[in-house]
């Protein structure tokens, strides 16, 4: 019975499907993307479309998949997650589903049997602390508004502060948007009338790669990475921060600068992976098949 395995960011999404066999088949393919979706602000049908779509050019097998798990951002609560499956349903309106958090997928996918913090840092950041079976989750998830800290959007939106206020270092404001940028009503327009902001401000963050060795992206970085630190810290004993498990593309562009981060609060990063799928797919290869995380 075919059975697809989700893991689905704000930004992107990646798939696994357990055929006949219990192999998996990853997509999407190298060099190419999968649409992400989040019930906060995302467009199920967008979504919808953009997986159908994929698919049926690509593995038109997994549309006939009876057994759907997906672990998604935004999809902590009950009302959520009813979102994220009504989208779902979209394409596969038969199917079984599970529709459970991005945490639960990285504490599952990372953690496997051991204790620790985890941490995602993306477009969005969360946290919660996985006790070796069940997902605690006292840290509220405050979206890009609100909270986020030490994510894209958030280190995006610090970013363009500094570039407005004039507190950016000027060969680093050539470096990121040339002589005349950045350019407000350009900004303003991307960010406020985007349909998806917080991936808006993220991709300004994906800027800092191409100068991240200068002090300033460093500097900008570690502080936010040092902000989110603050954020959770109140929600976990220090016997539960110890170690620390991250996911998201953040967290693994910048591993050994959050790892430092960590260390200066006493804490140790014991495992980074850009998204938690490969070892989501090894635990749903299980012969129960049923992991034991709630959120």
Request: charged content about 20%.
């Amino acid at each position: 019975m075919p059975e697809l395995i989700a893991e689905v960011g704000g930004s992107s999404s990646r798939w696994a499907l357990l055929g006949a066999n219990n192999e998996a088949t990853v997509l999407p393919l190298a060099g190419e993307g999968m649409p992400g979706f989040n019930p906060l602000s995302g467009d199920p049908a967008a979504f919808a479309k953009g997986l159908l779509g994929y698919f049926s050019e690509r593995l038109p097998l997994a549309l006939n998949a009876k057994r759907i798990n997906v672990y998604g951002a935004g999809c902590g609560t009950a009302d959520r997650a009813v979102v994220m499956e009504s989208a779902l349903r979209q394409v596969w309106p038969a199917a079984a589903m599970r529709i459970r958090s991005d945490l639960d997928g990285a504490a599952i996918g990372l953690c496997g049997t051991e204790a620790g913090t985890v941490i995602i840092l993306g477009t969005g950041s969360n946290a919660g602390w996985f006790d070796g079976e069940m997902l605690h989750t006292a840290f509220p998830s405050l979206g890009y508004v609100l909270g986020d800290e030490g994510s894209g959007a958030d280190i995006g939106r610090m970013l363009l502060q500094d570039a407005f206020y004039k507190r950016m270092p000027e060969d680093a404001r050539l470096a990121l948007f040339g002589a005349s940028g950045p350019d407000a009503a350009t900004v303003i327009n991307e960010v406020y009338r985007s349909p998806f902001p917080s991936r808006a401000l993220a991709a300004y963050a994906g800027r800092l790669s191409a100068i991240s060795e200068t002090p300033y992206a460093h500097d900008l970085i570690a502080s936010r990475f040092h902000a989110f630190i603050e954020a959770i810290k109140p929600f976990h004993s220090q016997e539960q921060r110890e170690r620390v498990f991250a996911t998201g593309s953040i967290a693994f562009a910048y591993r050994d600068l959050l790892a430092n981060c960590l260390f200066d609060h006493g804490m140790e990063l014991v495992k980074v992976e850009r998204d938690p799928l490969t070892g989501l797919v090894r635990w749903h290869q299980r012969p129960d098949g049923n992991p034991g995380a709630n959120s």
